[in-house]
């Protein structure tokens, strides 16, 4: 299992959505953001990204007053062109 660690800098719900294929209308998720440095170049600095991780509804209350404080998510991950996108387990 993976973890991602960081400081949880906001928590949202994502809008109602309409499946492009099949017409059905579905809820939007529970969204973590995190402000995060990443290394640009080996040794020629960083830069911030923010960082979304959605994560199941039951799990909504375990992050809400947690804004601005050290968080662990329990996340799993999956290959995009050239991104991996972390979603909450």
């Known amino acids: 299992m ?3 660690k960081g400081t949880l800098n906001n ?3 994502r809008a109602n959505f309409e499946n492009k294929t099949t017409g059905e209308m579905k ?3 529970y969204q973590l ?3 995060t440095k990443r290394e640009v170049i080996k040794g ?3 830069e911030t990204v923010l960082e979304k991780i959605s994560i199941p509804d039951e799990h909504y209350l375990k992050y809400k007053n947690m ?3 050290e968080v ?3 996340v799993g991950a999956m290959a ?3 991104n991996v996108i972390l979603f909450g387990i």
């Open 2 to 4: 993976l973890v991602y």
């Open 44 to 46: 020629q600095g960083f």
């Open 67 to 69: 804004v601005g404080k």
């Open 80 to 82: 995009s062109k050239n």
């Open 33 to 35: 953001e995190f402000l």
């Open 11 to 13: 928590v949202f719900k």
């Open 72 to 74: 662990e998510v329990d």
């Open 27 to 29: 809820q939007g998720k």
